[in-house]
């Protein structure tokens, strides 16, 4: 099987005794000649990266402070590696507002401040909101 494969993709990989089947491309198969070209420094820049820019990570982080019994601030701030995020932070403040108006047991809320806008951070800017709302009570 491995001749038959070596006859298949010679002209693609290269196959010899110490090439291994890589990954497959839209071009064909890629043959590494040994584990020579995944060098430490590379692999420990790779998970450096991951950590900062980690694409399973929430993009927004969202603070709740409890100012007294009716009333929330909630502080938004957006990931720093990441571009866009343009009209979307009043969506995700509604949204939480909602949620947290919900497993409360309120009837509803009401905003009564919001802003947003971009801190100048370094190394990166950064997208926030802050809210405050009143929660209303009542019957559902």
């Known amino acids: 099987m491995t001749l038959m494969l070596c006859a298949l993709l010679g002209g693609l990989g290269g196959c010899s005794p110490e090439t291994?089947?890589?990954?497959?491309?839209?071009?064909?198969?890629?043959?590494?000649?040994?584990?020579?070209?995944?060098?430490?420094?590379y692999m420990s820049a790779a998970l450096m990266a991951y950590a900062v820019y980690d694409p399973a990570a929430p993009n927004w982080e969202i603070?709740?402070?409890p100012l007294d019994e009716e009333?929330?601030?909630m502080e938004?701030?957006?990931?720093?590696?990441?571009?866009?995020?343009?009209?979307?932070?009043?969506t995700v403040f509604?949204?939480?507002?909602?949620?947290?108006?919900?497993e409360g047991g309120y009837a509803g809320f009401e905003v009564?401040?919001?802003?947003?806008?971009?801190?100048?951070?370094?190394?990166f800017a950064r997208r926030y909101a802050s809210g405050e709302i009143r929660l209303a009570r009542g019957s559902r």
């Open 71 to 73: 009333r929330v601030r």
């Open 20 to 41: 291994r089947v890589g990954m497959a491309s839209t071009v064909g198969v890629i043959g590494l000649a040994s584990d020579a070209m995944i060098k430490p420094d």
């Open 112 to 123: 009564i401040r919001y802003e947003e806008g971009i801190e100048s951070t370094r190394p």
């Open 76 to 90: 938004l701030r957006f990931r720093a590696m990441v571009t866009g995020g343009d009209g979307e932070a009043r």
């Open 94 to 102: 509604m949204r939480n507002a909602r949620n947290y108006a919900d």
């Open 63 to 65: 603070q709740v402070i």
